[in-house]
């Protein structure tokens, strides 16, 4: 059962920065892609950016240009670097671990991100 750790999540104030760390356990598939979802209260979870383990990624557009994803194969760790963040980021973050097709996932237990003056 692979586990993944998220870190980073917290306070900051409109137009601060904040960075996210999730680590697998282990790895166990290939290809694979690593991502971040959030979920705000009342909302449905989206997609707020993906990478593969070849390096291609993507990114919801609300993000785009203000949030960049990154991954380290060897450490099995998917990094999102949030700037300029805005209090509708304000959400619950959730890593996803899966494989090339999508049919077997693992997720993260959630960092509390909140964006408030």
């Known amino acids: 059962q692979v586990q993944l750790v998220e870190s980073g999540g917290g306070l900051v104030q409109p137009g601060g920065s904040l960075r996210l760390s999730c680590s697998a356990s282990?790895?166990?598939?290939?290809?694979?892609?690593m991502g971040w979802y959030r979920q705000a209260p009342g909302a449905q979870r989206e997609m707020v950016a993906t990478?593969?383990?070849?390096?291609?990624?993507n990114y919801v557009d609300s993000v785009k240009g203000r949030f960049t994803i990154s991954r380290d194969n060897a450490k099995n760790t998917v990094y999102l670097q949030m700037n300029s963040l805005k209090p509708e980021d304000t959400a619950v973050y959730y890593c996803?671990?899966?494989?090339?097709?999508?049919?077997?996932?693992?997720w993260g237990q959630g960092t509390q991100v909140t964006v408030s003056s």
């Open positions: 282990e790895s166990i598939f290939s290809p694979s892609a």
């Open positions: 990478i593969t383990s070849g390096g291609t990624t």
């Open positions: 996803r671990y899966w494989n090339g097709t999508g049919s077997r996932t693992y």
